[in-house]
């Protein structure tokens, strides 16, 4: 081999060196390029999965708001079933005290008696059914 061999050999070396150089750095760059994408993606991720916790709580709050709005909706409820079945006693009782007062102690007035005794006794157990909600409706707050 001569010295030109020698030096064809070594320069045609340094050829591919450098174009296996210019293909590596190529690919630094492309796998930097990536990097860059990747912790962007990370950052965007990281803001992504606050906001979702953050909306998880807001939503939790608001979930509860409704329960508690629900709880006094149904005590509200409860409250009017309560005065309607308190205004048929009042009637009730109107009803049988009129007869009281036109009979006297006759069956019809003692039986609007006891009806209005039992009106009165359902009105009861309605107004105790508000207060129970009432009582729920006030725990959720």
């Known amino acids: 081999m001569t010295d030109y061999d020698l030096i064809e050999d070594i320069v045609a070396e340094i050829g591919a060196l450098v174009f296996e150089n210019d293909r590596f750095s190529r690919e630094i760059t492309t796998i930097r390029t990536e990097i860059d994408l990747l912790k962007e993606r990370a950052t965007s991720a990281d803001v992504s ?7 998880a709580v807001k939503l939790r709050v608001a979930l509860g708001e409704l329960r508690s709005n629900a709880a006094q909706i149904r005590a509200n409820a409860a409250q009017l ?25 006759s069956q019809s007035s003692r039986d609007a008696q006891v009806e209005a005794s039992e009106a009165q006794d359902w009105a ?10 009432q009582q729920r409706a006030d725990n959720f707050h």
Request: aromatic share 0%.
């Open 81 to 105: 079933r309560a005065d309607a079945a308190q205004l048929k006693v009042d009637e009730k009782q109107q009803v049988a005290d009129q007869a009281v007062a036109n009979e006297g102690t």
């Open 49 to 55: 999965l606050e906001t979702l916790m953050n909306d």
């Open 124 to 133: 009861n157990q309605q107004q105790d059914r508000a207060d129970k909600a």
